[in-house]
């Protein structure tokens, strides 16, 4: 049975960071992009960031948080994680953790692509 489980949500002022893990479990970690989406109250899922299977040498992020979060991934841990920094209240969100399995070297931005999701962890930016 696949699981993916968040943790590091919280509470933060403006301009400060939160590191997010996702620790996967009843999969070949390696083996799956991995990807961080984000919801926030009244509006749809949206991508955040994600990593491409084996070494993660591929990244992809979405615009609103490029060059403020960084996606990486342990393979010996089986873990994702997302470093934010420079938060903005705009980043208030219950962000998801999601695994997707691939053959090949690839980052995916659609959530419907997507095979497994975690329960999510809440994120709460103050200003």
């Known amino acids: 049975q696949v699981q993916l489980v968040e943790s590091g949500g919280g509470l933060v002022q403006a301009g400060g960071s939160l590191r997010l893990s996702c620790a996967a479990s009843?999969?070949?970690?390696?083996?799956?992009?991995m990807g961080w989406f984000r919801q926030a109250p009244g509006k749809e899922r949206e991508f955040v960031a994600a990593?491409?299977?084996?070494?993660?040498?591929?990244?992809t992020y979405a615009n609103s948080v490029k060059g403020r979060f960084t996606i990486s991934r342990d393979n010996a841990k089986n873990t994702v994680s997302l470093q934010m920094t420079s938060l903005k209240p705009e980043d208030t969100a219950v962000y998801y953790c999601?695994?997707?399995?691939?053959?090949?070297?690839?980052?995916?931005?659609?959530?419907?692509?997507?095979?497994?999701w975690g329960q999510g962890t809440q994120v709460t930016v103050s200003s």
């Open positions: 999601a695994a997707k399995r691939t053959y090949h070297s690839a980052t995916y931005t659609s959530m419907n692509t997507y095979d497994y």
């Open positions: 009843g999969l070949t970690f390696s083996t799956y992009t």
């Open positions: 990593i491409s299977r084996s070494g993660g040498t591929t990244t």
